[in-house]
């Protein structure tokens, strides 16, 4: 059949509107627009609330961000840049927590893919989509200059995790370095001082890696030897391969991920765990209580998803030039049978 003798496509239905949803639910377009923003400063009954809701479900309709922004002021977007690399599942869960957190106080958790912008690069996107909040995982280095225009903008507060802060910004402070710390002096309160610590071979986790091993390397009595491996069996089986001439006596991983990797080559090259080499990990996954013998590691308290979200929503209500530094992580050593 040709184009021209293609039947005409009927038109698409029309887009229903507020005033649709009013006339259905018989109440003023006011009302409908305090009951679809959830407002809490007009009062409104319950079954008035249901009508609306049912007519606007029946229509179809769906409040328009867009407008809803400018008669805000601001949008209701929480910008949340998805990370470069695998993070492991202590911190995945974290940020879902801390999304569906986000979503029960009315805001739209929007996850960027920002992977291969630069700092100034990312942020022009980012501020594109004129977000009311922004919460950097630190893969990308921000600059106050950076904090300045996403604040152009419309972001009313910027929010940076990781290891340090950025001016301009609320610091949420995770010390990684303290990890190391557990780890190492973990080893050597039970008499262990030649540790190798592995550090992965993969780009982008140096921002959690490389703190970890500066505290390592500050536990007095530890002489630590930098193991680069990276997460394949290739990888754990080479550096088992060769462990019996590096004089090692003991691993700290860079995770509990890398730990099993590394423990189950080394178990494979004949090497005892923990009698000739003790092995601890971090993260306190679930899988290393599983494993024989079980798996020591540093665990990690974190902040609840909810924690989080109300200082991120305060940061919005309450908007200030003077930025708050939070700290949201404690470690400790879980001590069990590989060391």
Same mark, same amino acid.
């Given at each position: 059949?040709?184009?021209?003798?293609?039947?005409?496509?009927?038109?698409?239905?029309?887009?229903?509107?507020?005033?649709?949803?009013?006339?259905?639910?018989?109440?003023?377009?006011?009302?409908?627009?305090?009951?679809?923003?959830?407002?809490?400063?007009?009062?409104?009954?319950?079954?008035? #609330?249901?009508?609306?809701?049912?007519?606007? %479900?029946?229509?179809?309709?769906?409040?328009?961000?867009?407008?809803?922004?400018?008669?805000? $002021?601001?949008?209701?977007?929480?910008?949340?840049?998805?990370?470069?690399?695998?993070?492991?599942?202590?911190?995945?869960?974290?940020?879902?927590?801390?999304?569906?957190?986000?979503? #029960?106080?009315?805001?739209?958790?929007?996850?960027?893919?920002?992977?291969?912008?630069?700092?100034?690069?990312?942020?022009?996107?980012?501020?594109? /989509?004129?977000?009311?909040?922004?919460?950097?995982?630190?893969?990308?280095?921000?600059?106050?200059?950076?904090?300045?225009?996403?604040?152009?903008?419309?972001?009313?507060?910027?929010?940076?995790?990781?290891? =340090?802060?950025?001016?301009?910004?609320?610091?949420?402070?995770?010390?990684?370095?303290?990890?190391?710390?557990?780890?190492?002096? !973990? /080893?050597? *309160?039970?008499?262990? #001082?030649?540790?190798?610590?592995?550090?992965?071979?993969?780009? $982008?986790?140096?921002?959690?890696?490389?703190?970890?091993?500066?505290?390592?390397?500050?536990?007095?009595?530890?002489?630590?030897?930098?193991?680069?491996?990276?997460?394949?069996?290739?990888?754990?089986? *080479?550096?088992?391969?060769?462990? #019996?001439?590096?004089?090692?006596?003991?691993?700290?991983?860079?995770?509990?991920?890398?730990?099993?990797?590394?423990?189950?080559?080394?178990?494979?090259?004949?090497?005892?765990?923990?009698?000739?080499?003790?092995?601890?990990?971090?993260?306190?996954?679930?899988?290393?209580?599983?494993?024989?013998?079980?798996?020591?590691? =540093?665990?990690?308290?974190?902040?609840?998803?909810? !924690?989080?979200?109300?200082?991120?929503?305060?940061?919005?209500? *309450?908007?200030? %030039?003077?930025?708050?530094? !939070?700290?949201?992580?404690?470690? *400790?050593?879980? !001590?069990?049978?590989?060391?």
């Amino acid at each position: 059949m040709s184009e021209s003798s293609k039947p005409p496509q009927p038109p698409p239905p029309p887009v229903p509107t507020s005033a649709d949803v009013a006339r259905r639910a018989g109440v003023s377009r006011a009302t409908v627009s305090y009951v679809l923003n959830n407002a809490e400063a007009v009062r409104i009954s319950e079954p008035t #609330r249901r009508r609306v809701r049912e007519a606007a %479900e029946e229509l179809g309709y769906v409040p328009h961000a867009a407008a809803r922004s400018l008669r805000a $002021g601001h949008t209701r977007i929480v910008l949340l840049p998805t990370p470069h690399v695998p993070i492991g599942p202590l911190y995945s869960t974290f940020l879902n927590e801390l999304q569906w957190a986000l979503r #029960r106080l009315d805001y739209t958790v929007v996850q960027y893919g920002s992977l291969g912008l630069s700092g100034d690069e990312a942020v022009r996107a980012w501020a594109e /989509l004129r977000p009311v909040a922004v919460i950097s995982l630190g893969e990308i280095t921000l600059t106050s200059h950076n904090v300045a225009t996403l604040k152009r903008a419309g972001a009313r507060a910027v929010i940076t995790m990781g290891p =340090v802060g950025v001016p301009g910004a609320h610091a949420l402070v995770m010390d990684q370095q303290e990890v190391g710390v557990r780890a190492a002096a !973990h /080893l050597v *309160e039970r008499g262990r #001082r030649r540790i190798g610590v592995v550090v992965p071979r993969e780009q $982008g986790l140096e921002l959690f890696s490389a703190p970890r091993l500066a505290g390592a390397r500050a536990v007095a009595g530890a002489e630590v030897e930098v193991l680069p491996m990276a997460y394949t069996e290739e990888s754990a089986a *080479e550096l088992a391969a060769r462990w #019996r001439g590096l004089g090692l006596d003991a691993v700290f991983a860079y995770n509990d991920e890398y730990a099993m990797l590394l423990m189950r080559a080394l178990q494979d090259e004949g090497l005892r765990v923990p009698g000739e080499v003790a092995v601890i990990g971090a993260d306190d996954l679930l899988v290393g209580r599983l494993l024989r013998p079980r798996l020591s590691t =540093v665990r990690i308290e974190m902040p609840t998803g909810d !924690h989080l979200a109300s200082l991120v929503d305060h940061a919005v209500r *309450e908007p200030s %030039e003077v930025t708050e530094r !939070h700290d949201l992580m404690a470690a *400790e050593a879980v !001590h069990r049978e590989s060391t």
